[in-house]
């Protein structure tokens, strides 16, 4: 018999907040994370907003500052994040555990881009200073598996360490990796999710060269992010880290844990189709195979978290896919609109508040959807809504090279 996931701890840095309740009550409260950018001067750039962390402070990541110049703000993010996770779940010992328990600890935490302002940096360094004067600590600041690696070894867990890299799908794909361990048996307990910080020169002169970005508000940056909205221009880059733990159901109890929710159903496909564009057909197979993973029908669902960045080309086809999935009438919202799009990390923090909607029986608005693209045929949330009677929910993820995942959550 397949063995039942559940979710015991949740941390959260995002451009909402620096803790999961923080982010929850301002995503709740209808704010905005985007803001003009600080990060660096983008006085030049066709976009010149974003998703920023504010006032971070890396001491929360429980680094020794020493140790801090050699992470890049990425890794710095997902620790602090880790952290809340842990110590919700009851884990920030995990180190003097046993070690049977630190070996059937996985860690599964990936980054859709990793490291790229300490490659901004040595590229300077190389460029002004020439190559000798580069920091030893270069390499392993910006290596994208080396959150997932400090992660294991300031908690000691010695299970599987995987740090998978599939664009905006990243952290989507390492929950429902981790729910496979554990149905496999490999793990008791896996530390999943990601950790983005790519609010820097070079990825937001990439993406404006795509144009793929929002440029028409940056005068009124927490209007920016618009899905569904026929005033959609672009998706707003947006940075942080959310990390979930999840445990078996018989691991969790035998420990006393508090259970949060249950990972239930997890399904992946490619399009094969287009490199940014997607086919449609392929989110609708992972949400399919998502739901059937789960043991559930459409009707089981009462709330979709869509992956719908705000892109004139990408809402509207994942919005007639959700419709063919689960019906017209199932609430459907984007909390991209408040955070911006985390890439890699987009998943992670999205499982986070399907989490807490189903704690708290409240579904999130997509905010500035002020005129509806009537093509985004699903019944959209334009204020937060009470929900008594929510069990399970559906959060997609697709990203840059036509991979998909979708997870089903359900309440404790």
């Given at each position: 018999?397949?063995?039942?996931?559940?979710?015991?701890?949740?941390?959260?840095?995002?451009?909402?907040?620096?803790?999961?309740?923080?982010?929850?009550?301002?995503?709740?409260?209808?704010?905005?994370?985007?803001?003009?950018?600080?990060?660096?001067?983008?006085?030049?750039?066709?976009?010149?907003i974003a998703g920023e962390v504010k006032d971070f402070n890396p001491e929360t990541t429980g680094l020794?500052?020493?140790?801090?110049?050699?992470?890049?703000?990425?890794?710095?993010?997902?620790?602090?994040?880790?952290?809340?996770?842990?110590?919700?779940?009851?884990?920030?010992?995990?180190?003097?555990?046993?070690?049977?328990?630190?070996?059937?600890?996985?860690?599964?935490?990936?980054?859709?881009?990793?490291?790229?302002?300490?490659?901004?940096?040595a590229i300077e360094t190389i460029t002004e200073s020439g190559p000798r004067r580069l920091s030893p600590?270069?390499?392993?600041?910006?290596?994208?598996?080396?959150?997932?690696?400090?992660?294991?070894?300031?908690?000691?867990?010695?299970?599987?360490?995987?740090?998978?890299?599939?664009?905006?799908?990243?952290?989507?794909?390492?929950?429902?990796?981790?729910?496979?361990?554990?149905?496999?048996?490999?793990?008791?307990?896996?530390?999943?999710?990601?950790?983005?910080?790519?609010?820097?020169?070079?990825?937001?002169?990439?993406?404006?060269?795509?144009?793929?970005?929002?440029?028409?508000?940056?005068?009124?940056?927490?209007?920016?992010?618009?899905?569904?909205?026929?005033?959609?221009?672009?998706?707003?880059?947006?940075?942080?880290?959310?990390?979930?733990?999840?445990?078996?159901?018989?691991?969790?109890?035998?420990?006393?844990?508090?259970?949060?929710?249950?990972?239930?159903?997890?399904?992946?496909?490619?399009?094969?189709?287009?490199?940014?564009?997607?086919?449609?057909?392929?989110?609708?197979?992972?949400?399919?195979?998502?739901?059937?993973?789960?043991?559930?029908?459409?009707?089981?669902?009462?709330?979709?978290?869509?992956?719908?960045?705000?892109?004139?080309?990408?809402?509207?086809?994942?919005?007639?896919?959700?419709?063919?999935?689960?019906?017209?009438?199932?609430?459907?919202?984007?909390?991209?609109?408040?955070?911006?799009?985390?890439?890699?990390?987009?998943?992670?923090?999205?499982?986070?508040?399907?989490?807490?909607?189903?704690?708290?029986?409240?579904?999130?608005?997509?905010?500035?959807?002020?005129?509806?693209?009537?093509?985004?045929?699903?019944?959209?949330?334009?204020?937060?809504?009470?929900?008594?009677?929510?069990?399970?929910?559906?959060?997609?993820?697709?990203?840059?090279?036509?991979?998909?995942?979708?997870?089903?959550?359900?309440?404790?």
């Amino acid at each position: 018999m397949k063995k039942q996931v559940v979710i015991t701890g949740i941390g959260v840095v995002s451009p909402l907040g620096l803790t999961l309740s923080s982010s929850w009550n301002a995503l709740i409260a209808g704010r905005s994370g985007i803001a003009r950018i600080t990060h660096f001067d983008a006085g030049d750039y066709t976009a010149q907003i974003a998703g920023e962390v504010k006032d971070f402070n890396p001491e929360t990541t429980g680094l020794h500052p020493k140790d801090l110049k050699r992470a890049d703000r990425f890794i710095q993010l997902g620790l602090a994040a880790a952290r809340e996770a842990m110590g919700q779940a009851g884990l920030l010992g995990l180190k003097e555990m046993d070690e049977g328990t630190r070996q059937r600890t996985a860690t599964i935490i990936g980054t859709g881009i990793g490291g790229l302002s300490s490659t901004e940096e040595a590229i300077e360094t190389i460029t002004e200073s020439g190559p000798r004067r580069l920091s030893p600590f270069f390499i392993p600041a910006m290596l994208p598996n080396l959150l997932a690696g400090q992660v294991s070894m300031m908690y000691g867990a010695q299970g599987a360490n995987v740090c998978p890299v599939s664009a905006c799908a990243t952290s989507a794909h390492a929950l429902g990796w981790g729910k496979r361990l554990i149905e496999w048996g490999e793990a008791d307990i896996v530390i999943a999710g990601g950790s983005e910080a790519a609010v820097t020169a070079s990825a937001l002169g990439g993406f404006a060269a795509m144009r793929a970005l929002s440029t028409r508000f940056n005068d009124t940056p927490e209007q920016a992010s618009r899905p569904f909205d026929n005033g959609r221009d672009g998706f707003v880059m947006g940075e942080g880290a959310a990390i979930l733990i999840l445990e078996s159901e018989d691991h969790a109890k035998a420990r006393g844990a508090k259970i949060l929710g249950r990972v239930a159903g997890f399904g992946q496909t490619a399009d094969a189709y287009h490199l940014t564009m997607p086919s449609g057909e392929g989110a609708v197979r992972a949400m399919q195979l998502a739901l059937a993973d789960a043991g559930l029908g459409a009707a089981d669902i009462g709330y979709v978290n869509a992956h719908a960045t705000s892109t004139p080309g990408g809402d509207n086809v994942e919005a007639a896919g959700i419709a063919s999935v689960v019906g017209q009438n199932v609430p459907v919202s984007s909390t991209k609109s408040a955070t911006g799009h985390l890439l890699g990390a987009a998943g992670s923090l999205e499982a986070a508040f399907c989490a807490q909607a189903l704690l708290s029986k409240t579904l999130p608005a997509t905010l500035n959807l002020t005129d509806p693209d009537p093509t985004c045929t699903v019944r959209h949330i334009f204020k937060p809504e009470s929900a008594p009677g929510l069990k399970a929910v559906l959060s997609n993820s697709f990203g840059f090279g036509g991979t998909n995942a979708a997870l089903v959550l359900t309440s404790a």
